[in-house]
């Protein structure tokens, strides 16, 4: 299953979140990736264990290079896959989590789940000397706060059947439990310590970001939140929007309704719209003119009901202008 994006819209940009995904990104392009010198640079900069717990392998290294490994691991990445899965979960969960929070609680919390995910895998294998990095373990705790602020958002999720790709909506307490009970299982099973995954760290960041979020959400506003919040605002509804149509008994056609933004409307905009109904393909290409005005109706042909003659309705979908 691959989540491709959540029905819940944050209200602000979600400037913190992109930032660390920058940051994970900037990172990823400047260390070594072969050789001697990955290895090193790994080794120095990553989680090891062992390094805190065997004194003769601690010498081998500087206070400040212990004290930077435990916050430098959650910005390391491996592969291109690596970096490329982590950052995807963490744009898709992050800005709500950040819209609730504020950009300042937010940076915290995220760090805060990094620091507990390397303290979980810590206690998990003290005697490690594998060194442990990614971003997985703190986007865990995101998750984690997901989950219990947005239980009931639904995930449009990929789910590719050899070659025919299939959306499905699923909701966020299923695909994030169901998550939870893999990470939860590997973690437990005989080979946990040889897949080379840290699946300790991810349970521990994701039950530290559901006990740690009534915490933080404690923390009183900062004032970059009411500062920033007009700013932040977004000026663009999203680009992919999930579509539920409605249909009358007597027509072919569907109902669905389109959310667009004033400048949106005013200038023109493309989206694209995923509709949840049958198993033919669902993701469908809408040309929003320039100067469309609220109760507009929008006709993307052939996509409505179909009876036995071969004749098809159409999908209508009204814009609304928020």
Known sequence: MIPIRDTIVSRHYPVVTHAIIAVNVLVFFMQPHGGVAARVFTYTYG????????????????????????????????????ILGNMWCLYIFGDNVEDRLGPGRFLMFYVACGLASGICHFMSNPSSAVPVIGASGAIAGVMGAYFILYPHSRILTLIPIIFIPWFIEIPAY??????????????????????????????????????????????????????????????????????????????????????????????????????????????????????????????????????????????????SIR
């Open 47 to 82: 989680l090891v264990p062992a390094r805190y717990t065997n004194e003769l392998l601690a010498q081998q290294f500087s206070l400040f290079q212990q004290v930077a490994a435990v916050f430098s691991f959650m910005f390391l990445h491996g592969g291109f896959w690596h």
């Open 174 to 319: 299923f695909f994030l439990g169901f998550w939870f009970i893999i990470q939860f299982v590997s973690a437990s099973g005989p080979d946990a310590y040889t897949a080379g995954i840290a699946w300790w760290a991810h349970v521990g960041g994701f039950i530290f970001g559901i006990v740690a979020l009534r915490f933080f959400g404690l923390l009183p506003d900062t004032h970059e939140k009411a500062v920033l919040s007009s700013r932040l605002e977004r000026k663009r509804t999203e680009r992919l929007q999930i579509i539920r149509p409605a249909m009358a008994p007597d027509s072919l056609d569907l109902y669905g309704e389109l959310r667009l933004k004033p400048h949106e409307a005013e200038a023109g905009a493309l989206k694209l719209v995923n509709i949840p109904w049958g198993f033919h393909p669902r993701l469908y290409r809408v040309v929003v003119p320039p100067g469309t005005v609220e109760g507009s109706v929008l006709r993307l042909k052939n996509i409505g009901r179909v009876i036995q003659d071969g004749r098809r309705g159409d999908l209508l979908l009204k814009v």
